[in-house]
């Protein structure tokens, strides 16, 4: 069974900071893993995926994450945050199989202080 | 490119009434497709998938259904709603693995 746990459910950052959002993943096989952005009202639009090619994984709006298989982590970072990324942000891991089913972590809002 | 579709956007529903809501994806051939359901402050729980016409794979038990009719076609509805099926629903589709979902704007169903 594979699962995925987000730490901090709010996360609060000033303008021009650095965003770190956590995201811990537990998976029986070498997992797939995601992170979506969700603005109200709205569904999900993928940030980034990380699919055992480079740990590195950059994505869209200046956003990357690192998978470190030893910390069982995908930790999704942005140098300096813009009022535009205050959202509501999903970590995902997905299977291997073809039904391709992806489990998502409870989210974390981010806000974004002027 | 692709597209998916969803509607409607916003839904108030009385206790015991029917449901159907629907979900078209347009761009792409023999999509794996998701129904999600999101409830306030919670993550997406998925509640039924299907990898082909009139194939249907349950997550969870519940007052739901789901079909199928049309490769790109996936509508979840049902019998007698309740309550507890108020929620942000969202359907989505995917390819192959390993593939990101692609999500419509979501329903939002109020049931009252």
């Known amino acids: 069974a594979q699962s995925v746990t987000q730490l901090g459910s709010h996360v609060s950052v000033s303008e021009g900071a650095l965003v770190l959002l956590r995201c811990n993943y537990s998976?029986?096989?070498?997992?797939?893993l995601f992170w979506y952005v969700q603005y109200p009202n709205q569904g999900l639009q993928l940030l980034l995926k990380y699919t055992s090619a480079a740990t590195l994984v950059k994505g869209i709006n200046g956003f990357e994450a690192e998978f470190k298989k030893s910390e069982t982590s995908f930790h999704l970072t942005k140098p300096s945050a813009h009022m535009s990324d205050a959202a509501e942000y999903f970590c995902?891991?997905?299977?291997?199989?073809?039904?391709?089913?992806?489990?998502f972590g409870d989210g974390t809002t981010l806000t974004v202080k002027p | 490119s692709q597209t998916i579709h969803q509607w409607p956007a916003t839904l108030v529903q009385p206790v015991g009434s029917p449901l159907s809501l629907e979900c078209t994806v347009e761009?792409?051939?023999?999509?794996?497709l998701y129904w999600y359901r999101q409830a306030a402050g919670r993550g997406l729980q998925l509640l039924f998938y299907?990898?082909?016409?009139?194939?249907i794979s349950s997550e969870v038990p519940q007052n739901l259904s789901a079909s199928r009719p049309q490769d790109r076609q996936f509508i979840l509805s049902s019998k007698k709603l309740l309550l507890s099926d108020s929620g942000f629903y969202l359907c989505a589709w995917g390819g192959t693995k390993p593939s990101p979902l692609h999500f419509g704007n979501g329903t939002r169903l109020t049931v009252t």
């Open positions: 299907s990898v082909g016409i009139g194939q």
């Open positions: 761009g792409t051939s023999n999509p794996n």
């Open positions: 998976s029986s096989v070498p997992p797939y």
């Open positions: 995902a891991v997905s299977d291997n199989t073809n039904a391709g089913k992806s489990t």
